[in-house]
């Protein structure tokens, strides 16, 4: 049985506020990159999977409102590079909303599938 890593990760930026209009290029927003360092901050030290992964995400959100599927995708770029290679990796995404406006944050386990 491969063991799953469990971290609390921050409460992500929304989808619309993770791109930027450049000289008419999109580039990550100054909110994209600093939430990318912070998570790479609480990766620190674990250990990348290098096969198929299988994603749980508890988001913790801090009002009530925004849709579920809007932080997802930032979420798991974000984690690119620190807990797996390459996000192509993922096979499998279980993802549930709640409410905690005094700790929004995501509640991640990551598990390797076994073969």
Known sequence: VIEAVEITLP???SANRY???FRGR???SADATAYKKA???VCDGMT???GDVIIRLDFFR???SGDLDNRIKILLDAM???AYKDDKQIVEIHARRFDDKA???VEVRIQEREI
Do not use: D, S
């Open 19 to 21: 791109w930027r209009i």
């Open 62 to 64: 801090p009002r009530k």
């Open 39 to 41: 998570v790479a901050e």
């Open 80 to 82: 690119q590079g620190t």
């Open 11 to 13: 409460w992500p930026p």
């Open 26 to 28: 999109a580039v990550k």
């Open 48 to 50: 990348e999977c290098f």
């Open 103 to 105: 700790n929004p944050r």
